[in-house]
Structures are given as C-alpha cells and as structure tokens.
C-alpha cells in the first residue's frame, strides 16, 4: 500500500463521504435514442470551431449503453456516493410537457443498481444541458426557464424522491452565464457580455424553484446547489489590483453565492444603477432563492490571480481565457486581466495547483456566510495528457497519472486539515468529497482533449482502464474501511 493512501485514510473524519461525479451530456451519449429530445449543446457542439477539433459528443463513453458496466467499475472502486445529472431532455424532451418514460427507465435503473451495490445516489437537476425548445425561447435569459425547471423537478421527485439521498439543483450557474452567455464559449453560444447578467437572477430563481418543487413533494433526501469558488487573488500589492481582484470576486464567487446564502446581492451590484434592473428583484425572488438548504455544494479546482490593466497576453490558456478573454491577454484598453502564478504547476488546462487555496476557498465560505450548511466539496479533479506504458512484470498496460493522483491526494487532505478543530476552516461542517470525475468523458468546449478521469476511456473502443489514481482511491477507500474494522473489534475486546 501507498504511504500516500494510508496516511489520508487515517485523517477521514468518520462519516466522511468520498465519491465520483459526472454529468450527463458530458459521458451519456446517445443523443437521439428512445426519445430524447435535443438539448442547446447538441446544436452548439456541431458549430464548426466550438469544440476543440470539432469533437462531437454523440457518442462519448457511451455511457447510455454501458450503464451497469460503469456502476461496476465504481463498485469495485469502493465509493460511498455517485453524483451524476439527469438529462433534462432524456426526461422531458420538450423541457415543458410531457415525460417520456423511456428516460425515467434509464435513471430507475441507475438508481437500482446503485443501491444494490452499496452506493449512495447524488443526483443533479440542471447540469448545463438545456432542451432546445427552452434555449430557443431564450434560455436563461427567459425568466420562464426557471418556472420549467421547478417543473422538472417536481416530476424528478415523483419518479426518484424515495431514493435519491442528495439533490443538487443546478450546477455551477457562474460558468453557464458566463461561458454560455457572456463569452459565447458554451451552449448557446451567446456573447451578450453584462447584458448577460439576467441569466444570473434566472438560474438562481430555478434553483429556488427546484428547493420549493422538491419540498412540497417531501423527498426525504437532502437538498443543496452546487456553486463553483475561486478566491481571487490581487497580483501585487498595487491597490488597482486588489479592486480588481474584487471585482473578479463579485462576478464569480459572490454574485451566485450570496443570494442563496444571504438572501441579497452584493450591495456593490444593486448600487450600480446599470445592473439594477437586473438585481432588484422582488422580495418574494430572494425567500425563494435563500430557502434554507441541507447542504451547499462547493466546486473547487483553483485559485485565480487578477492584476489590473490589460496585461501583455501571457495568461495561460483554457480557463483564464475562458473566463477573461474580453477583459485579458491582448484585448487593449481591458482593466484587468487573469494572470499566472509565478512557479506554479499547472494543469492540461493551463490552470495552477494550488492546494492550499481550498483551505482559503473554505474560510472565506465560513467568514462571508455566517449561516453555511454543511459543505460537500461536489467536484475537484485535474486534467492531464495520460500515457499508457506497459507494466515490465506484468505486461499489462498501466497508466501513471501521479500527477493527477497527487492533486486529489493533495486537495482532500488540505480538505479535511482546514475543517479539522484548529484548522483555518474550523467552523466549516465539511462532509465529503467528490472526485471529478469517473472516467475521462466529453469536456465541453475542450472536446477530448482534456482527460480528468480516474478511468481512462478508449474513445474508438470504449474500453476503460483504470489508471494509478483509481488504484489508489481505491487503496484509499479499502484502508479506511480496514481501519473502521479494527477499530470496531478493539473495541469489542474493549468491553467487560
Ligand atoms: C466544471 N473555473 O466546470 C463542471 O461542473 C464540469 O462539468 C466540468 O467538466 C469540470 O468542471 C471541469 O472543467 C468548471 O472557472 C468551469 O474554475 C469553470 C471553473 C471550474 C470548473
């Protein structure tokens, strides 16, 4: 066994839930099959030039077909919780109207097979794939999306409310607004810039209309949204740096996060008279979208360094792109802009590890929302350019992902030191942690090409193979349940 796995197993808190996370366009496939109707990103993926070589997710893992094959492997993996996203569209082709039952069969039996194996099902709402009808009315920036979406959820609770454990509602609405409507980058495609701040109020009232459409149904599993967190981080000591970085702040972390966990937008935002049509919404939006949660989904891959001006274009790509092309790299007259980390690794993506920021992601959660529900961390990962090699003794084929290994290692002890007694996220009630992702799977505009699973997936012959980070999770998880049974017979021998 890996020093690596046995140290962390003996640092899990009891209860501690350890999982995998995926979506659903992202590893299904079968787009046209038994009834689905088409989604925004069908449509926008066939967009020559969208998708990094124009990569198409008709079939990806195939995960569609391959369903028990894939619960099998995370089986064998040993986790406590899979949190995957339903297909809106697989469900309700139209995303208004009627079910298709063929869609509700694949999700019963997922759900079935999970249980039977011993894993807890986490089910998410709205991972970014939204019917076609819905996108072409508007999408987000229909308020009407949102009253659909509460729709959706009450027929989720009616088909799987007595066996999901965990609901997310809507994941990651900060990347949605701003790839998908801001920049153009995702589904669908739209380069509204800040006139795309209704998608903001939108997405979160769905969310908020999801929490009441799966209360009112009473599902006994917990409910919470998943939000993605990066601390920004001024370049210098340079005060505009510092503004700038908190502007940054305010447009990915706390727009999205303090409605539901404050009941207000940033005070800074309703100031500014040009958003306000945006961001004074009614009383009875905010009870909404600030109802009491069972627990906040936090997404952390990274930090993010924000220097003002318009920079001199050496930002990494991928993500600093993504998320500051038109206010970066060569975009003259830009106030700020994404800057690297000095002597940082970076990932496939061009995106720093910094471990230790997760503990700063999670103090200022516990600093900012005095109120916070408990947090699972709903997804973490890194992507990286694998290599097969063959194993000198065995033969076999092995793939040595330390790296990616590492980040996990890395993350999850960082993790659990922060929100342990004395650690910079005391107060934070931190229950788990979910690896992004399963397998290696259609990464959005990054197509295939940026692989972050603990599986690696043979895209021609959808052969998997586990890959050393799913090794060692699963060394992990056996040394954890291998001390829990020691414990307990100690104890036994304990008693008089
Ligand atoms: C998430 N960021 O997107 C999504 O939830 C997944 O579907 C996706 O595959 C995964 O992360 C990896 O990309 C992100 O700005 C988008 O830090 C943006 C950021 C992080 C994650």
Known sequence: MSASARDLAALLPAGFTLGVATSAFQIEGALTADGRGPTGWDIFAARPGAIVDDHSPAVSCDHYYRMPEDVELMKKLGIDSYRFSLSWARIQPGGSGPVNPAGLDFYDRLIDLLLANGISPMATLYHWDTPLPLDEAGGWMNRDTAYRLGEFATIAAAAFGDRVARWVTVNEPATVTTNGYALGLHAPGESLMLKALPTVHHQLLGHGLAVQALRAAKVPGEIGITNVYSPMVPASANPLDAVSAGLMDVAQNRLFADPVLLGKYPDVIRAATFFSSSFNPSSEDMELISQPLDFYGLN????????????????????????????????????????????????????????????????????????????????????????????????????????????????????????APGGAAESVDLRGYFVWSLMDNFEWSGGYKQPFGLLHVDFDTQIRTPKASYYWLQELLSARTKAAASAASADKAAEP
């Open 300 to 419: 952390y891959y990274m930090p993010t360094r924000v220097a003002s001006g318009p920079g001199d274009g050496a930002v990494p790509p991928g993500m600093a792109e993504a998320m500051g092309d038109d206010l970066s790299g060569t975009a003259p007259g830009a106030p700020f802009h994404i800057a690297p980390f000095p002597d940082t690794e970076i990932t496939g993506y061009g995106w720093p590890i910094k471990p230790e920021y997760l503990s700063v992601a999670l103090a200022e959660m516990a600093e900012r929302y005095p109120d916070l529900p408990p947090i699972y961390i709903t997804e973490g990962g890194a992507s990286f350019e694998d290599v097969a090699v063959k194993d000198p003794d065995m033969g076999r084929l092995i793939i040595p992902d330390e790296r990616r290994l590492r980040y996990l290692s890395d993350h999850i002890a960082t993790a659990i030191k922060a929100t």
